[in-house]
């Protein structure tokens, strides 16, 4: 059978970004404590934008979404949509929908029940709510389901009920606080998947909240890592994950070998014993001169070479020796002792090195361009 080829046509181009642009600007919230729980946030997310909110618990970035939604007042600071300050409206005036973990959907009401509560709320008249409560029960695919009770349902369908109650009314902008934290793993993937899609359809600004990296990394069009309320870097998953300005952006957001440097100065960095090679454009702007800095690489950027191998001209390069190896499925891992302080570090294994062992010493190995000098 002969196979005809030709210029494929071009994808359909995307809705015009749509949505809200939601500012923060100096942000705090005080409860009294020994740090704020929010300190001196600012932020901008553009309309249309899917900006998550990533960090570990108690890092203000639940606060900052309780205080975008209006549910906590602010210590100091201002928060405006499209230009207007809304920092003093309630909730209820700011026409926001949110999504939350436990659904919080009304047992006795139908799913098309439960998705018209905001339509009625806003009294709109009846064939108007019967529509949009279709279409938007399209939009999450649960047509036929409209006259179930979320007890008949799923968790993933409860899910799919509440996300088209939050949008049915054509919200500013939806906030999301870890809605899919209690699903299992499987069911998590195919919602963030309809997650995106459904951002992607509706154009309209998503916040989302999560402390889980990998969901973060799924759906974001930009991060906003938090720590110890405040941000500690904003940017897109692949700026985060590739070009980290701090060790904890660089722990945070997947795993990463680190040598704690006790010096970077005239293109190179010390560890041990050892004088490595710095490129100035791995270099990261938070690092201060004097202050504290460490050189990161991730697992998937190291080589193994067995004791006589050969480490390319140029390359970095540090003994160790294999501790153990971690089987996760698609490829192995290999953990290793690095260095005379026995510094614990991973490399990923490919096909090429399927001959290594537990206990064997090796060289591991990685291009310059592939570390980061960040601040520790």
Do not use: C
């Not at 009294?32 to 934008?49: K, M, Q, R």
């Amino acid at each position: 059978m002969s196979v005809t080829t030709s210029h494929a046509a071009a994808p359909a181009p995307l809705p015009p970004r749509a949505g809200t642009r939601i500012r923060l600007a100096n942000v705090t919230k005080d409860y009294g404590l020994a740090v704020p729980a929010v300190d001196d946030v600012s932020l901008t997310i553009e309309p249309g934008e899917f900006m998550t909110l990533l960090g570990p618990s108690g890092s203000g970035k639940t606060t900052t979404l309780n205080l975008i939604a209006g549910f906590e007042t602010l210590t100091a600071g201002t928060i405006s949509l499209n230009g207007a300050d809304v920092s003093e409206l309630p909730s209820h005036k700011r026409n926001l929908g949110m999504l939350f973990q436990n659904y919080a959907l009304f047992p006795h009401m139908t799913v098309a029940q439960n998705v018209a509560y905001p339509l009625r709320e806003r009294k709109l008249p009846k064939a108007d709510i019967t529509r949009k409560v279709a279409e938007v029960l399209d939009l999450v695919q649960l047509t036929g389901r409209d006259g179930h009770f979320p007890a008949q349902l799923s968790g993933g369908q409860q899910q799919r009920v509440a996300l088209a109650r939050a949008i049915v009314f054509g919200p500013k902008a939806l906030l999301l606080d870890e809605p899919l934290g209690a699903l299992d793993r499987n069911l998590r993937a195919t919602l963030q998947l309809e997650i995106r899609r459904i951002h992607r359809e509706v154009g309209s600004t998503f916040v989302f909240v999560t402390h889980d990296q990998e969901e973060a990394m799924n759906l974001s069009d930009r991060i906003a890592l938090f720590n110890n309320g405040r941000i500690e870097q904003v940017g897109t998953p692949e700026a985060l994950y590739q070009s980290p300005e701090t060790l904890f952006t660089a722990r945070f957001l997947g795993d990463s070998n680190v040598f704690e440097l006790s010096r970077v100065a005239e293109g190179t960095g010390t560890w041990e014993d050892q004088t490595w090679p710095v490129d100035s454009r791995t270099v990261s702007p938070r690092v201060g001169a004097g202050g504290r800095s460490a050189l990161v690489v991730r697992p998937e950027d190291v080589r193994l070479v067995a004791g006589d191998g050969v480490v390319p001209p140029g390359a970095t390069s540090v003994p160790a020796t294999i501790r153990d190896i971690e089987y996760m499925g698609a490829y192995r891992t290999a953990v290793l002792s690095l260095g005379r302080g026995n510094a614990v570090g991973r490399a990923r294994l490919d096909a090429t090195e399927s001959k290594l062992g537990i206990g064997q010493p090796v060289l591991a190995w990685w291009l310059v361009e592939r570390q980061r000098i960040v601040a520790a």
